[in-house]
């Protein structure tokens, strides 16, 4: 008998049904052994568990009581970082006019209080604005769902769509850790043990917006597709919008998942066997506070070490002329073109470039294009920011083209370099480069040309 011919049966004998059934097997045998030696009776806690676990792993309603779930930790997230992020950039800006006065005391040349005050400083306080109020709010509430026990039951009920396009049930919590940062939720693939399976893990993680990226949607779902709503209800309608967006990006990484699977990463999916742990009172100091504050910190701190001199460098570019016209100005001239294809425009994605050490960058460095001022940029008001962008052209589909392609587009300097660290690869590093950005090309691409044919533009 040839190694052909035995390998074909190994995997004849191999198929989910047989694991399946050795599984409950071997959980058969261990609850008589127990019945045998142990004396217990069934309590109310017993019956509980039982119902819940009928409940959040049902074919029926799981998924939809997971997209309430999503739901209520975004739209917790959405309506309570608005005012602390406001607080804060309020504060860092009464600094501001001190910090100016100290380097006209020192007699400091322009190009230094440039570089430092308008450049370094306006970059890492936006960034630590945006993002901490956020991710301030996020990590605890995702962390009692995940003291609580309800994370496995995430895990399981997505396993069964994560092995039809090839990948394994573990990636379910790897995507979820990319809602909070996309650079930590490389890491954590380390959970997964087959290479091939981590490998379309760390491939597809940034199709779940990072907190880098919420505050652009967020933003531009309020101001765009939530324009005509106030109060509670625009907050209700941005978070639907930014379910969408989220949900779209869930789709992606399950379509890329499968072509991968079936091309440059083929195998058969790793058989998953999880043992639901009991639900538990979360430990609200121990696990949700002291685990989120940690968390926040080293994200924070990562963030400022890539937006400082990305800060720095942006500054420079704007303020570098090369005749009548700054770098950053033949940059967007040169892009505009291209942008103006993708619904968008040269100075949206000189942003993106220029924002790939930090997402949070993203938007203080389209203000500053959009305004001339060769500085990173806060407006004082929503409707201040808004008439910059009609005045430049947007509309809501340029809002949903920018929203997409905040989503879709190429990795973090940071999660590159974890990605580098994970995958000890130049050639897989760009492949995680390249697969986001031409999808973020694309689509798009395809949204803009079809509103044209169809004459919405």
């Known amino acids: 008998m040839g190694i052909d011919q035995l390998l074909s049966e190994a995997r004849e004998l191999s198929t989910p049904k047989l694991r399946d ?3 409950q097997q071997l959980y058969e045998q261990s609850r008589k052994l127990c019945e045998h030696g142990i004396r217990y009776t069934k309590d109310k806690t017993d019956i509980r568990t039982e119902k819940l676990d009928r409940l959040l792993t049902s074919p029926i309603f799981g998924f939809p009581i997971m997209l309430v ?3 209520v930790v975004f739209y917790i ?8 992020s406001s607080l804060l950039a309020d504060f860092f800006g009464s600094l ?7 380097f006209h005391f020192v007699h400091a040349p322009n190009w230094l209080h440039g570089v430092l005050v308008l450049g370094l400083y306006r970059g890492t306080t936006w960034v630590i604005s945006v993002m901490l109020p956020p991710m301030a709010i996020f990590f605890p509430t995702f962390a009692l769902l995940e003291n609580y026990g309800y994370l496995p039951r995430v895990a399981f009920n997505m396993d069964r769509i994560f092995k039809m396009v090839g990948a394994h049930g573990k990636q379910s919590l790897t995507m979820a850790m990319g809602f909070g940062c ?4 490389v890491i954590s693939t380390r959970i997964i043990e087959s290479p091939r399976e981590r490998m379309l893990a760390i491939l597809t993680n940034n199709f779940v917006p990072c907190n880098g990226r919420w505050g652009t949607l967020i933003l531009l779902a309020s101001l765009f597709m939530a324009a005509n709503f106030t109060g509670g209800v625009q907050s209700l309608v941005t978070t639907a919008v930014i379910i969408g967006i989220v949900m779209f990006g869930v789709v992606v990484t399950f379509f890329v998942s499968w072509i991968l699977s079936k091309t440059a990463l083929k195998g058969v999916p790793t058989h998953y066997t999880l043992e639901l742990p009991p639900y538990r009172k979360p430990k609200i100091f121990d696990t949700v506070i002291r685990s989120s504050l940690t968390k926040s910190w080293s994200v924070l701190v990562r963030a400022v070490k890539v937006a400082a001199p990305a800060a720095v460098l942006t500054w420079v570019f704007a303020n570098i002329y090369i005749g009548d016209t700054s770098i950053l100005m033949y940059g967007v001239q040169f892009l505009e073109p291209f942008g103006k294809l993708l619904g968008l425009d040269g100075y949206i994605l000189m942003a993106f470039i220029l924002g790939l050490p930090a997402n949070e960058i993203v938007l203080p460095i389209l203000l500053m294009g959009y305004l001339s001022t060769g500085s990173l940029t806060e407006v004082d008001s929503l409707v201040d920011l808004k008439k910059i962008f009609l005045d430049h052209g947007w509309t809501w589909l340029t809002a949903l083209n920018m929203m997409l392609f905040s989503l879709l587009h190429y990795p973090c300097g940071t999660t590159l370099i974890n990605i580098y660290k994970e995958t000890k690869s130049k050639k897989w590093t760009f492949v995680a480069f390249a697969i986001p950005t031409v999808i973020a090309i694309i689509v798009p691409l395809v949204i803009t040309q079809s509103a044209k044919m169809l004459g919405v533009i």
């Not at 959405?78 to 602390?84: E, K, S």
């Open 77 to 84: 997230t959405i309506a309570g970082a608005n005012i602390p």
């Open 182 to 185: 996309n650079a930590a939720a």
């Open 69 to 71: 779930m999503l739901a």
């Open 21 to 23: 059934e050795i599984v």
């Open 96 to 102: 501001e006019p001190y910090l100016t006065a100290f």
